[in-house]
T-cell receptor, first 113, second 112 residues
Framework: DAGITQSPRYKITETGRQVTLMCHQTWSHSYMFWYRQDLGHGLRLIYYSAAADITDKGEVPDGYVVSRSKTENFPLTLESATRSQTSVYFC????????????FGQGTRLTVV | GDSVTQMEGPVTLSEEAFLTINCTYT??????LFWYVQYPGEGLQLLLKATKADDKGSNKGFEATYRKETTSFHLEKGSVQVSDSAVYFCALFKTSYDKVIFGPGTSLSVIP
């Protein structure tokens, strides 16, 4: 199916564990993004990527790692999960050009206990 | 730096009321402007967009006009429905940087 998919949709993990959230898009979009959404903070950009093997930090990158070895995948890893990383995480992608919109995945609800 | 400001709400309206959600931006040059909507439990989806001054974006009865003189992109709908209850995000993008900049979101509840 064409689109952008995130997995898992829900995840519960323990403090200190490593966890990876997956994001896959089928359009070969150049740009991919990871956001977290928390009450009172709106959407905050964690990391983004302009192309394969090119990544850059957003507003709140601490505690997260990304990679982009293939254009279609952009996994987000929490190296050692903390309770403050409990959130809903959204992946997005967009193509080139100022008028092209970003497409969002359905989100991953992560709970760190 | 570039930014987007919007009324945060929550906004509560009765069905068939007129809706305005204000959005203003700070940016040099000529950004593209977007409105996204997030229904409960879902990701964001594009509602409408405008790419140059005086453009009007429209979709599902919603409209917004790109006003460069007031740096605004206010969202309007003449008659809201219960199904319009959602969070609405104003956003901008410029080709001089890679990121989409979002406003804080406005929560809308429409009651029958």
């Amino acid at each position: 199916d064409a689109g952008i998919t995130q997995s898992p949709r829900y995840k519960i993990t323990e403090t200190g564990r490593q966890v990876t959230l997956m994001c896959h898009q089928t359009w070969s979009h150049s740009y991919m993004f990871w956001y977290r959404q928390d009450l009172g903070h709106g959407l905050r950009l964690i990391y983004y990527s302009a192309a394969a093997d090119i990544t850059d930090k957003g507003e709140v990158p601490d505690g997260y790692v990304v990679s982009r070895s293939k254009t279609e995948n952009f996994p987000l890893t929490l190296e050692s999960a903390t309770r403050s990383q409990t959130s809903v995480y959204f992946c997005a992608s967009r193509g080139q050009g100022a008028s092209t919109e970003a497409f969002f995945g359905q989100g991953t609800r992560l709970t760190v206990v | 730096g570039d930014s987007v400001t919007q009324m945060e709400g929550p906004v509560t309206l009765s069905e068939e009321a007129f809706l305005t959600i204000n959005c203003t931006y700070t940016a040099t040059g000529y950004p593209s402007l977007f409105w996204y909507v997030q229904y409960p439990g879902e990701g964001l989806q594009l509602l409408l967009k405008a790419t140059k001054a005086d453009d009007k974006g429209s979709n599902k009865g919603f409209e917004a006009t790109y006003r460069k003189e007031t740096t605004s992109f206010h969202l309007e709908k003449g008659s809201v429905q219960v199904s319009d209850s959602a969070v609405y995000f104003c956003a901008l993008f410029k080709t001089s940087y890679d990121k989409v900049i979002f406003g804080p979101g406005t929560s809308l509840s429409v009651i029958p």
